[in-house]
């Protein structure tokens, strides 16, 4: 039998062998002797270079053989790492004879497989003479998929029957592009699958078989995970969350490519799922599943051809991400379940003994939407990355508005619901928004919209208008971009451009948010989908006020569609209700902020003074809630202040006013303009602070004081009010709202500025993996900041896929970082590329960088051992600066409003005969992010919440999340002990609380 008609693995290995040749040039007088005539020495004497694996086997015939002596060790000129001796695992001799395919009679003597020294030749090892006079000092370098430093690789014939550890062959006869899903298993094929758990130490066909987990129980039912509808960054990363819970539980787990469309086809578009085919997915836009639009699926006849696809696999537990209409279908399909059962068992296209294993559907459902359109959650996967390219846009086209004067008009996405425009329009502060749910409230909205803008111009040199794609007026008649531009060009003589976004609002990499909600929605659809039995209904899984919530499908979609409905009757008022209550005061405080009041000449109530102070170490979104609080206080017709250099500045008395123009474009600059710094007031001059502070105050008449900032502020509001009872001038209302990138403040679940440290952090994280996946074994220390808060960390890794974090909260022990290091070798060893790790900076006094890069680097480079090399990067103050993100705009505009409004309330509750006097706890106050807005909380509440030491509270929210971080990536301790630790989180909401 000759060698080229053999079965594909061994032809593969074969071929890689003489691939590793290669790397030598053949001549004639190479040593390799015993060639049959007319193979590789006669072709290495013809043509200069490799010879090609082609034309080698077109010297064979039946029952030859190739045969290799043993050749000398050679070792190449020059000294230093260079001057190594190199092995590879493939030996040129008795390849037939090692399948057993050549009969003895016609094998070589063994005399003739005798080395000179009387001994048989290793066959795992082949060492191979350069003999090409090009460079004197080169030599043999090993097959790029078979690594140097390792002793035990396998036999040869281990190897050829493709059962060697670190060994590939999928990868070497596959010449096209790699895909996330190239080594997903034919679902035609034999099942194959571990008898027992295969950890550490499993081989690389274990790992592209799916098989590097638990055990798999076959007689379970499997699990099916399709993207449908438009896609939105954010759904790899719930795809790849999903996939690895239920892999790391035990359970199979099939992709539908396409859609409802390839649940209809079937065949090839239902792949299983292995960990390899989730790698480097989450940081990817759109969906590597692919989403398609399927007319075949809302007759009964494809969903009859679904349930038999699924059925067939032993699949009953479905995962759909999409909209409202693609979460509808699912739930149809799953009332529909048992009679297209039955049909098919009729039909006789389904034998009755599967249709029992699968008697019922279970149907789990996450929102993938960039509209975030969906009744019930507080935002959907993909609208914020959304958010970000239209925010991104705005503010490169005001540049440009500003230098040519222009007004500038900009279309978004949104048939029926104006999220993205409001979000949008609040962000970048611009003139005028329209949105389906609250079209203009005067019949001339024209005229209306002529009379703001150019009032508008008083202030500023251009004009900015965003419109939903859906925007109608109050007759439901389109109000679009063309109509808009040509009014304003008519009417005003404005050089007026239109901008629509488009589908550039779909595309491109997912943001911080859209990462985290997927992977966190992600794992917790698996487990519902795992925990589900024949009496659970669909359910759709999100996020509503930074928590997860559980909700009946059925009631979510009829909500969302009484949106519709609602619209069409021109039911505006019930539209925006629908929506929520923070949708429509968001909506309200943009109309506040809008545009300058002129106050009457004589007020009718004598304004209040208002002074605003940094504190802290800067966050990007400080200058943002002091435009706020700023704007929204003049335009109520009192007067604010500013210090400069937070409370030093204060004690100094450097204040000065602010103004209505003072604070423009503030929303989109990152860093603080008023500038900061650390120092708290009771370390102001030996303690003088408090009092040189009250002294301040007194003097400019101060009413009320906001301080923006992190755990400085904190403390420093905790001084300035213990100080009241020795200086009266102190009894005013304060109000900290927080700023910080480290999130380390009580009573609120983000503070300003850490969305945008969390974008920078992910950012920076995906060029390290694109650095480390150019070289191969390469593990990455990444270091980000935080404090002794590790939520930077924490959340960083899980939007990054890193493979373990380090925090302060929990101890960082040398037993494991020598864990992490066995994780990389395994890892490593099964053709893995990268490593990443993130630390916080804090994490420990001694186990610091330098150290933990040293321990890794000698611990990777052991011999013996599969070898990685290592990297760090400290992103330092990186993280604090670029412009504010979106979100964090937006939280400064809830928050500022908020405060601006509570502050008023409070003077006038509390003027008495023209003199302000309060000492209630109630009056000293931290502003926090509750959902969508804003709650109060009494500083006094908050004091034995906090740890003072450590700078952080004692319970933090995000502390449940870090199991996710190994689980994803398959680094836990033993078998499967920390994915056991992550449990549900979900709250199940009644059909009332949708």
Sequence with gaps: MCLRDRDPTTQCVHDAFFETLSYSSIHSGSPLCGLPRGSMADAGARADGPVSPKTVQEGYSDGEMIQSPALPEFTPRGSGP???????????????????????????????????????????????????????????????????GQQDQGSLAEIVKGEGPYFDTARISDSRAPSPLDNIRDPDAAPRRPAEFKGYGASAVDVDRGNWGPEVNEDASAVAILTSGGDAPGMNAAVRSCVATCLARGARIFAILNGYMGLVDGGSNIREMSWKDIQDIMQKGGTVINSARCKEFREKKGRRQAALHLAQLGVNRLVVIGGDGSLTGANLFKIEWPSLLSELVERGELPQAQADKVAYLCITGLVGSIDNDMCGFTMTIGCDTALHRIVDACDNLITTAKSHKRTFIVEVMGRHCGWLALMAAVAVGADWVFIPECPPDVEDWESALCDGLAARRKQTNYSLVIVAEGATDRLRRPIDSTYLKHILSERLGHDTRVTCLGHVQRGGAPSADDRLQGTWLGAEAALATLEADDSTPS????????????????AAVAKTSAVGDALKKREFDKA???????????????????????????????????????????????????????????????????????????????????F?????????MGGCKLGTNRVVPDKINGGEGVE???????????????????????????????????????????????????????????????????NCIVDSIDRVKLSASSSRARVFLVEVMGGNCGFLAVLGALAGGADGCYIHENVVSLEEMLRDVHFFREKFSMNFKKGLIVRNECCSRLYNMPFMQSLFEQEGGRVGHMNFTVRNNVLGHLQQGNAPSPLDRCRSTILGIATADDLVAKITANLIDGTLFTDAHETSVVCGVDGDGAIFTPISELAEAVDYEERRPHNQWWSSLEPLIRLLELNNEGPWGDALLYTSQARVLSVEEV
Aim: proline share 7%.
């Design 82 to 148: 260079r001057g190594r001796t190199f092995s590879a695992p493939l030996v040129a001799g008795n390849i037939a004879v090692l399948q057993g395919d050549v009969p003895e009679e016609k094998r070589a003597p063994s005399s003739a497989r005798k080395r000179s020294d009387g001994e048989t030749p290793n066959t795992k090892e082949l060492f191979i003479r350069r003999t090409s006079n090009r460079s004197s000092h080169e030599f043999m370098r090993p097959h790029p998929r078979i690594f140097p």
């Design 539 to 554: 359910r759709i899984i999100g996020i509503r006020d930074h928590e997860v919530v559980s909700l009946e499908l059925t």
């Design 576 to 658: 925006m209700e629908l929506r929520g209550a923070e949708y429509a005061q968001l909506f309200l405080s943009f109309r506040r902020l809008r545009h300058k009041r002129i106050p009457p000449p004589e007020p009718v109530l004598a304004g209040y003074s208002v002074c605003i102070v940094h504190a802290g170490s800067p966050a990007a979104g400080m200058n943002a809630v002091t435009k706020v609080v700023t704007r929204t206080l003049v335009n109520g017709g009192h007067k604010v202040f500013g210090a400069i250099d937070g409370f030093l500045g204060l004690a100094l008395g450097h204040v000065f006013e602010l």
């Design 660 to 668: 209505w123009e003072s604070v423009a474009q503030w929303n989109s």
């Design 692 to 758: 040189r502070i009250a002294k301040v105050l007194k003097y400019y008449g101060i009413q009320a004081l906001v301080i923006i900032g992190g755990f400085e502020g904190f403390t420093g509001l905790q001084a300035l009010e213990n100080g009241r009872k020795d200086h009266p001038a102190l009894c005013i209302p304060m109000t900290l709202i927080p700023a910080t990138i480290s999130n380390n403040i009580p009573g609120t679940k983000f503070s300003i500025g850490s969305d945008t440290a969390l």
